[in-house]
């Protein structure tokens, strides 16, 4: 009797570990595939892809700059927020180009190299750009990436998705499938084994 309620909990035990085991997979796939169409597409995408160094040039201000899509101002296509622009003098090519923070940054408007939140305070963005501006012209020579393709003639001073954090975001769905996948085979490889002993 006590034989086969040991036999009868092993199987329990087995089912639910090879459930985990299965559900961990499922899930691992499923951020696989999260990760598939919405941050890999943005890194393959993103030209900047050699580092460089860069020397600023001038670092200025500008109250009043047309920005696109610019909705909700009283002046309409006027930003609601002053106008970094950094010029850099990229070593690599030995040329004068704009900087960027990111690849968004392009994106959302071209003529600043730094973008704020549409949420944020006025005045906290003001001190946060006057403070960006002074670092700048403070710390003149670091690192930048630039497109070695020259498709754009710009350079950006990080990358949304490095290579290394994109390596860091499969390193978790890559654990729990593993750890799926060595649940599975140490049931299945238990039931083997009880197998065998049954017919011993």
């Given at each position: 009797m006590l034989g086969k309620k040991l036999v009868t909990a092993q199987k329990r035990g087995e089912t639910r570990a090879l459930?985990?085991?299965?559900?961990?997979v499922a899930?691992?796939?499923?951020?696989?595939?999260?990760?598939?169409?919405t941050i890999v597409p943005f890194y393959t995408k993103s030209v900047w892809t050699?580092?460089?160094?860069?020397?600023?040039l001038r670092a200025t201000i500008e109250d009043k700059v047309l920005c696109p899509n610019s909705k909700g101002s009283e002046d309409e296509g006027v930003c609601h927020y002053p106008c970094l622009q950094v010029w850099v003098n990229l070593t690599a090519l030995g040329q004068e180009v704009m900087l960027y923070q990111t690849e968004d940054?392009?994106?959302?408007?071209?003529k600043c190299s730094y973008v704020p939140g549409n949420s944020e305070n006025p005045k906290e963005v003001q001190a946060r750009i006057e403070t960006i501006a002074n670092n700048f012209k403070?710390?003149?020579?670091?690192?930048?990436?630039y497109d070695p393709g020259g498709t754009q003639t710009n350079v950006i001073l990080s990358r949304i998705y490095p290579p290394r954090g994109l390596?860091?975001?499969?390193?978790?769905?890559?654990?729990?499938?593993t750890g799926g996948c060595l649940i599975i085979i140490l049931?299945?490889?238990?039931?083997?084994?009880?197998v065998l002993s049954a017919w011993q």
């Amino acid at each position: 009797m006590l034989g086969k309620k040991l036999v009868t909990a092993q199987k329990r035990g087995e089912t639910r570990a090879l459930c985990l085991g299965l559900g961990m997979v499922a899930c691992s796939m499923m951020m696989y595939f999260f990760i598939g169409i919405t941050i890999v597409p943005f890194y393959t995408k993103s030209v900047w892809t050699t580092e460089t160094v860069c020397k600023v040039l001038r670092a200025t201000i500008e109250d009043k700059v047309l920005c696109p899509n610019s909705k909700g101002s009283e002046d309409e296509g006027v930003c609601h927020y002053p106008c970094l622009q950094v010029w850099v003098n990229l070593t690599a090519l030995g040329q004068e180009v704009m900087l960027y923070q990111t690849e968004d940054t392009l994106e959302r408007n071209a003529k600043c190299s730094y973008v704020p939140g549409n949420s944020e305070n006025p005045k906290e963005v003001q001190a946060r750009i006057e403070t960006i501006a002074n670092n700048f012209k403070k710390y003149q020579t670091f690192p930048c990436y630039y497109d070695p393709g020259g498709t754009q003639t710009n350079v950006i001073l990080s990358r949304i998705y490095p290579p290394r954090g994109l390596l860091f975001t499969f390193l978790w769905p890559t654990l729990m499938f593993t750890g799926g996948c060595l649940i599975i085979i140490l049931v299945k490889l238990s039931q083997y084994v009880s197998v065998l002993s049954a017919w011993q």
